[in-house]
């Protein structure tokens, strides 16, 4: 079992920056590929990014590549999103994921965390 917890979100305004961790316990942390989604009000789960085990391949939806920045801790068990020039079509609730059962660009992980909101306003 691998459990998720989300922080960091909030509010800001168009062109800030803001930082989620998502810290994992349970099973070993650094053998899971990673991976950060997001869900808008009416709007489905989409992708953000993902990050192999190993932290070397990660990989971004276009609609945030040069913006956000995905990393590990393995040492701290911890996964960030980095989120620079922040938008308001960038508002959503964000979610971690662990062990994608497909695809990892499709949220179809077997562990989610609960979801953190983040707010873009003009």
């Known amino acids: 079992q691998v459990q998720l917890v989300e922080s960091g979100g909030g509010s800001v305004q168009a062109g800030g920056s803001l930082r989620l961790s998502c810290a994992a316990s349970?099973?070993?942390?650094?053998?899971?590929?990673m991976g950060w989604f997001r869900q808008a009000p009416g709007k489905e789960r989409e992708f953000v990014a993902y990050?192999?085990?190993?932290?070397?391949?990660?990989g971004y939806a276009d609609s945030v590549k040069g913006r956000f920045t995905i990393s590990r801790d393995s040492a701290k068990n911890t996964m960030y999103l980095q989120m620079n020039s922040l938008r308001p079509e960038d508002t959503a609730i964000y979610y971690c994921?662990?062990?994608?059962?497909?695809?990892?660009?499709?949220?179809?992980?077997?562990?989610w965390g609960q979801g953190t909101q983040v707010t873009v306003s003009l």
């Open positions: 994921a662990a062990e994608p059962s497909s695809y990892v660009y499709r949220p179809l992980y077997n562990y």
């Open positions: 349970g099973r070993t942390f650094s053998r899971n590929t």
């Open positions: 990050i192999r085990r190993t932290g070397s391949n990660t």
